[in-house]
């Protein structure tokens, strides 16, 4: 390499004009039988050069395309924040009736005068466990309502797109690495409140088997609480696919076993 060499202002800002074009700035251009055309980002009805409907069609091409992108992140990130959300409630609610271990353990070494406060007051915090774990599963209920469509077409156009990149995956391997994120990114958080809504009735259940201050009422409210928490929420793609790790699993060995077949069908 030559040291000495003077670089040219066209050899430096190539690869900055290169990075602009790729993001949508500038717009591409192309050389046909020796006339120097210029490229819209998307695909147009009519071939249009002259000045100034190339520039309102191409500021109206990017305006449409960054609204959506930011509008189809903001709906995704906003889902994904509720749902963690709902796990985080569940976790406290959790904490909270296991807590209630190191309440007996008092309650078994105090007097009797005691043990009945003790048992007061262990019966409130049980009542609002039990309130707030039916607040936080009608709250699920909401989340699985308003994320039913945007995981619906987040879920099947990923998959799709996997399926379909992956007959020529070395290459775009970067776009199917992206939608392989995105696709686990939809069932990550749904595993979580699985999980955590499932955890519920572990803990509750040993929390009576301790049968604190032998209180009727409160192994009442748990048995109660077991048995809501038996059935854990579980957040669907369109009311119809269950979304979970196990469920990414079956689909992107679905999807692989997809393109695995058009390859060797060399379609």
Known sequence: MNKNKIWTYEEISRPHIRLFQLVGFIPFEETVNGTQLRTLPFRYFADIQEEPLFTIVYVFQGIVTYSIVVINTAAEATGYYVILLACGYLRSVRTRLRSLAERQDKLNSNDKENQNKTTELIYKDVLQCAKFHQNIMVYCEEIEQFMRIISFVGVFTTIYNISMIGIKMFQYMI?????VFQFFTYQWSPDGLLRESDAIANAAYSTSLKQVGNHKSINKILHFLIMRAQKPMQLTAGG???????????????AFSFFALLRNADI
Request: proline share 0%.
């Open 175 to 179: 776009l199917m690495t992206l939608n």
């Open 240 to 254: 119809f696919v269950k979304l979970s790790m196990e469920t990414f699993g079956v689909m992107i060995k679905s």
